[in-house]
């Protein structure tokens, strides 16, 4: 697939459990096979984005939160780091799904932060699943990851089904009014590592 940032191969990932198919944006040979089918594993340490689905940020280019901008800006590091992959994990909304996502963005928009929105609707802060989403890295082939995240929580449970994190490469969006407050709650609840909130 050609886009804007350069060349990627797709491949669809179909779960047992998930609805919708989980994606991966593969550069430089990662996710090849050999003539027998099989898997060419990477032994080397490759830059990777394991990205949950935001549609009104991917695809409407919300400014109430950086997932957007996260999202192009890895696809832009990868093809420019030459190699890498994408996984794109349709777990929208922080795992509770676009509806009640809204339902959040109307509560937050009463005054609380998003921690609090989702714990009020009865979700837990943070319901995204990253064991999937290691799983389809590990069938890339990959075995050694330097990650595009600024959420330490990520790295933790990515690392599992032998892989290994060897850097953790931040990804930074500069706020802007429409996010700050979100962004600020990301740090000081959820333990991103953010500079400039
Ligand atoms: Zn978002």
Redo the contacts with the bound molecule.
């Keep these: 697939m050609p886009t804007k940032f350069g060349e990627f191969t797709l491949h669809a990932y179909k779960s047992l459990v998930d609805a919708e198919p989980h994606l991966a944006l593969c550069c430089g040979g990662i996710g090849e096979r050999d003539d027998k089918g099989a898997t060419i594993v990477h032994n080397e340490p490759v830059l990777v984005r394991v990205h949950s689905e ?1 549609l ?2 991917d695809i409407f280019s ?1 400014m109430r ?1 950086d ?1 957007g901008q996260q999202l192009n800006d890895a696809m832009y590091m990868i093809q420019a780091e030459g190699k890498g992959a994408v996984v794109y994990l349709r777990q929208e909304g922080r795992g509770i799904g676009l509806h009640n996502k809204l339902k959040a963005y109307s509560l937050q928009d009463q005054g609380l932060d998003t921690v609090e929105a989702n714990i009020e609707l009865g979700f837990p802060p943070d319901k995204r699943d990253y064991g999937i989403g290691a799983q389809i890295l590990r069938d890339l082939g990959l075995r050694k990851l330097r990650v595009l995240t600024n959420n330490p929580k990520k790295v933790n449970r990515l690392e599992v089904y032998g892989l290994q994190i060897v850097e953790q490469v931040p990804i930074q969006v500069p706020p802007n009014e429409a996010n700050r407050s979100y962004l600020r709650t990301k740090k000081e609840k959820l333990g991103h590592l953010l500079d400039e909130t």
Excluded: I, K, Y
Aim: charged share 0%; net charge neutral.
């Design positions: 935001c009104t940020g919300s939160c997932c």
